[in-house]
């Protein structure tokens, strides 16, 4: 009976240590999938989550991104070719920017840069900005011309992210009043 019940123990034990690593490798696929948007291979909202805490009180830079004229791109040649370019931009984002990039919704985009003056962050975006427009996106053929508007925010401003981002937000739309494809 002793026997029995110690292999029957020793059974679950192994078992269970078993599951429970499963268990832990699809919670680190769940979060993987949270973190980085599945079309642009960017950070989600809920990954960059993790990179604005420490921020607090430190020199940083957001901004806000958003692409011109993205519904026009929809209607006219579908979302699928939205897809493309979202995707597009994303990585030339990513190969360009020099920092974090995370899809913030929809076609805006938030940049972080850590431990950056307002200065040196804006020379990014204009030539990230420049990047962009010189870009040769093209979908079935037709050229596409891709530009994109930022709103920028310096901790100087606020030592709180979520403060910077309103105010990167605010620029944006400032920006975008004034005639989109600018700083």
Not at 2 to 25: C, K
Not at 68 to 84: A, E, L, P, V
Request: glycine share 8%; with cysteine.
């Amino acid at each position: 009976s002793f026997t029995i019940i110690l292999v029957s123990s020793t059974i679950f034990n192994v078992s269970s240590a078993l599951a429970q690593g499963r268990l832990m490798r699809k919670n680190e696929i769940l979060q993987e999938a949270a973190s980085t948007d599945s079309l642009t291979g960017v950070l989600t909202r809920y990954g960059l989550k993790e990179q604005l805490e420490p921020l607090q009180g430190k020199q940083a830079v957001i901004a806000l991104g958003d692409l011109d004229d993205f519904k026009r791109i929809n209607d006219t040649y579908g979302h699928i070719c939205g897809d493309y370019v979202l995707a597009t931009a994303a990585r030339l984002m990513q190969e360009t920017a020099g920092t974090q990039v995370c899809r913030w919704g929809g076609e805006e985009f938030l940049l972080l840069y850590e431990e950056m003056d307002e200065k040196a962050a804006l020379l990014r975006l204009k030539r990230l900005q420049g990047e962009l427009a010189r870009a040769k996106v093209e979908w079935q053929g037709a050229p596409i011309r891709v530009t994109m508007t930022f709103g920028v925010a310096d901790s100087t401003h606020s030592p709180q992210p979520q403060a910077l981002i309103r105010l990167a937000d605010e620029n944006l739309y400032l920006g975008k009043q004034e005639g989109r494809d600018r700083v």
